[in-house]
């Protein structure tokens, strides 16, 4: 059974930093791009950022580009993602996602979803 389990979400004020954590299980971890999305209250599901099987490719959402880093540890199974300058729009459930793409940023090519970490950014 395939599980992806979030980790290190809570509240900071803007301009703070979180590194949100994603723990894989049940499945090949290296075979699978490896993806971030985020849905605020009232708003729909949306895309952060994604990267290759390796983790030599990465991509991001333009409003996230140069303030968020995503990462991964195929040894570990784990990837990461890093968030500098926060914004009270950073705010958001945030879930890791697994997808047989390699590089994707469309939610319905994601195969595997966590359970979602809470950010709250205040101002």
């Known amino acids: 059974q395939v599980q992806l389990a979030e980790s290190g979400g809570g509240s900071v004020q803007a301009g703070g930093s979180l590194r949100l954590s994603c723990a894989a299980s049940?499945?090949?971890?290296?075979?699978?791009?490896m993806g971030w999305f985020r849905q605020a209250p009232g708003q729909e599901r949306e895309f952060v950022a994604s990267i290759s099987f390796s983790g030599t490719s990465t991509y991001y959402a333009d409003s996230v580009q140069g303030r968020f880093t995503i990462s991964r540890d195929n040894f570990k199974n784990m990837v990461y993602l890093q968030m500098n300058s926060l914004k009270p729009e950073d705010t958001a459930v945030y879930y890791c996602?697994?997808?047989?793409?390699?590089?994707?940023?469309?939610?319905?090519?994601?195969?595997?979803w966590g359970q979602g970490t809470q950010v709250t950014v205040s101002s």
């Open positions: 049940g499945l090949a971890f290296s075979r699978y791009g």
């Open positions: 996602a697994a997808s047989l793409s390699a590089l994707s940023s469309a939610a319905n090519r994601f195969d595997h």
